[in-house]
């Protein structure tokens, strides 16, 4: 399927809290064994900024779930 035709989903739960706070990232209606990289940035008002970066593939369901990830340490 050509990935312009697909509708990809995001999903960040909860959608507010502190940066050392846990939350889930769930992304939905990718191709099975797809890759991707999520990229996170925020800049606080005193000018810092937070940077964050996850390498995935999806599942055969084309489902990424941080919740259900082994991470691997490099």
């Not at 035709?5 to 739960?13: A, G, I, M, R, Y």
């Not at 990718?30 to 999806?58: K, M, V």
């Amino acid at each position: 399927m050509d990935m312009k035709q697909h509708c990809v989903k995001l999903s960040v739960q909860p959608s507010r809290g502190l940066v050392d706070e846990k939350f889930t990232v769930l992304v939905q209606n990718l191709l099975p064994g797809f890759q991707l990289t999520i990229h996170a940035l925020h800049q606080c008002e005193d000018g810092h900024s937070w940077e964050a970066f996850a390498h995935y593939t999806a599942d055969a369901t084309g489902t990424v779930n941080d919740k259900t990830i082994k991470i691997q340490e490099d």
